[in-house]
């Protein structure tokens, strides 16, 4: 189990206790965020830990949100912080998918002190402020983001990509990713102790296209800009910043990897695919280092995956 320390403090803290949840039952006295308008039409957020378990257990453990939390690599990463003894904010659009990752690890105790789901929208500003408030009402600290909320978009040929869906993967892999980062790098640069760290979920089209992705390439090149950014910037405050580049975890993303999908040469190929969990694990190690030391890229794919060489 990592040792979380420098969190002591965080126990000090005594924000108003309101009404929260995990999965829908609403019990514990917990803060309730000022309510960001979901697209979704979904409960703004939810909250699980009693003002005794902050001062208790809850302080000592680091604090992490993830963005994309409901659903592949996010989820696989949430479960692996936990199980290293973080406390993680669960981030994402569908609260039902939020509340489903926090069960899958047996946490249906409002009373855990182990997390929190806050529907959000990285698209939207103020629901990105919205949940990075409530992580300094809960937590009153932040040690680590994973910025992994993401879209592949339409694979259609370049020519045919309308502005709409162009658009729509610019907001949720750049923009989203961007607004995260600043809230993130803001609370991190703030708080005493000072610091803490980003990890971006960039891809191996950070490096490489696949046909007919150019909206989803162009993002995540530029994702390797925006942690080389966070990465400099973040040099004078103790904010390390790093990025991981997966190639074809088993994910809704890559589902069509398993059934067959284009390629540089014009055939179609089924492509190998690897255990998300395997991501978390690299996660996980790039979170637990010390801030004098950085993972500053890493790439993490399925190992038979045609990547070396399919340009
Ligand atoms: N799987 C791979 O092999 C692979 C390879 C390279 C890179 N990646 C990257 O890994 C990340 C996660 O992908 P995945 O494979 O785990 O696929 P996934 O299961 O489809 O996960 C994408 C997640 O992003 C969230 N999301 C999308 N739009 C959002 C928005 N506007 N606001 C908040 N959350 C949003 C989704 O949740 P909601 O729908 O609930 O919002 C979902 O949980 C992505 O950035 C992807 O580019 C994956």
Avoid at 44 to 59: C, F, H, I, L, Y
Avoid at 198 to 224: D, F, L
Avoid at 265 to 270: E, K, L, S
Avoid at 289 to 299: G, I, K, Y
């Amino acid at each position: 189990m990592a040792q979380n320390t420098e969190r002591a403090r965080a126990a000090q803290a005594t924000p108003t206790a309101r009404a929260g949840q995990v999965g829908g039952t609403a019990t514990a006295p917990w803060p309730t965020l000022p309510a960001p308008s979901s697209p979704a039409g979904q409960s703004p957020q939810t909250a699980s830990v009693p003002q005794e378990a902050r001062r208790g257990g809850a302080a000592s453990r680091k604090v992490a949100v993830v963005t994309g939390a409901g659903s592949g690599i996010g989820r696989a990463v949430a479960h692996a912080l936990i199980a290293e003894d973080w406390s993680v904010v669960l981030a994402g659009r569908r609260a039902e998918a939020l509340a489903e990752t926090a069960r899958l690890v047996g946490l249906t105790d409002v009373n855990s002190p182990t997390v929190m789901t806050v529907p959000t929208d990285v698209t939207r500003p103020d629901q990105v402020d919205a949940l990075f408030a409530a992580v300094q009402e809960r937590f009153n600290h932040l040690d680590l983001l994973f910025n992994n909320a993401g879209t592949f978009g339409r694979t259609v040929p370049l020519e045919e990509l309308s502005y709409d869906d162009w658009r729509s993967v610019v907001e949720v892999n750049l923009t989203g990713s961007f607004l995260c980062a600043q809230a993130a790098f803001r609370a991190m640069k703030a708080q005493d102790p000072q610091g803490g760290r980003i990890i971006n979920n960039g891809s191996i089209s950070a490096h490489t296209p696949r046909p007919h992705s150019v909206a989803y390439t162009a993002t995540k090149h530029a994702m390797t800009g925006l942690t080389k950014s966070l990465s400099l910037d973040g040099r004078p405050y103790r904010i390390a910043c790093g990025q991981i580049d997966v190639g074809n975890a088993a994910t809704e993303m890559t589902g069509r990897m398993q059934t067959g999908i284009l390629q540089a040469n014009g055939q179609t190929a089924v492509e190998p695919v690897m255990d998300a969990a395997d991501v978390a694990r690299t996660v996980v190690h790039m979170a637990a280092l010390p801030l004098e030391a950085n993972v500053q890229f890493a790439t993490v794919l399925a190992t038979n995956m045609p990547y070396i060489g399919r340009g």
